[in-house]
T-cell receptor, first 114, second 111 residues
Framework: AQSVTQPDIHITVSEGASLELRCNYSYGATPYLFWYVQSPGQGLQLLLKYFSGDTLVQGIKGFEAEFKRSQSSFNLRKPSVHWSDAAEYFCAVGGNTGGFKTIFGAGTRLFVKA | GAGVSQSPSNKVTEKGKDVELRCDPISGHTALYWYRQSLGQGLEFLIYFQGNSAPDKSGLPSDRFSAERTGGSVSTLTIQRTQQEDSAVYLC?????????FGPGTRLTVL
């Protein structure tokens, strides 16, 4: 069965430090992979997505993610975190066929300390 | 262009009443999802419409919940005989090539 696992419920990093949020998925074929961000009291915004091609994808707000097929992972990274990055981050996996619904992970809440 | 819109933005109702939540997807998007998000929680999948296929209702928590999508566009989520545990933000997303675009949500409060 298809699934998405975000192992970390919450993470705290210092402002200016680097960030890596983990995401592992289970899917029978090449997946479509996504990261969304939800700031407090806000809706979900797409950060980046991977469909095919270069396994390192760049997104908005300075985020990037790397697709590693051998590890079934799609970890999100940012070299230097800003206080405004404090939010909930959701990883999602979708299929390239119309009948497969996109599945979301449980989310990782990021706290940024000064 | 216009994004996904949802109405109302806030709804306060009394326990036992029925409510209808509306979602207007992005034009041309064939897939539409409903989710529920309780305070501080993740996304709880409710229902998924894809084109003319039968909807995937596997996430609906009880038979008090139903949804329809008319003409492949606007969708309505109906909750009958609301309970206090139904209080949450209800999110709609329309999708193109698996990329979901979310609406701002409807905050439902059941007193």
């Amino acid at each position: 069965a298809q699934s998405v696992t975000q192992p970390d419920i919450h993470i705290t990093v210092s402002e200016g430090a680097s960030l890596e949020l983990r995401c592992n998925y289970s899917y029978g074929a090449t997946p479509y992979l996504f990261w969304y961000v939800q700031s407090p009291g806000q809706g979900l915004q797409l950060l980046l997505k991977y469909f095919s091609g270069d396994t390192l994808v760049q997104g908005i707000k300075g985020f990037e993610a790397e697709f590693k097929r051998s590890q079934s992972s799609f970890n999100l990274r940012k070299p230097s975190v800003h206080w405004s990055d404090a939010a909930e981050y959701f990883c999602a996996v979708g299929g390239n066929t119309g009948g497969f619904k996109t599945i979301f992970g449980a989310g990782t809440r990021l706290f940024v300390k000064a | 262009g216009a994004g996904v819109s949802q109405s109302p933005s806030n709804k306060v109702t009394e326990k036992g009443k029925d409510v209808e939540l509306r979602c207007d997807p992005i034009s041309g998007h064939t897939a539409l999802y409903w989710y529920r998000q309780s305070l501080g929680q993740g996304l709880e999948f409710l229902i998924y419409f894809q084109g003319n296929s039968a909807p995937d209702k596997s996430g609906l928590p009880s038979d008090r919940f139903s949804a329809e999508r008319t003409g492949g566009s606007v969708s309505t989520l109906t909750i009958q005989r609301t309970q206090q545990e139904d209080s949450a933000v209800y999110l709609c997303a329309s999708s193109f090539e698996s990329t979901q675009y979310f609406g701002p949500g409807t905050r439902l409060t059941v007193l």
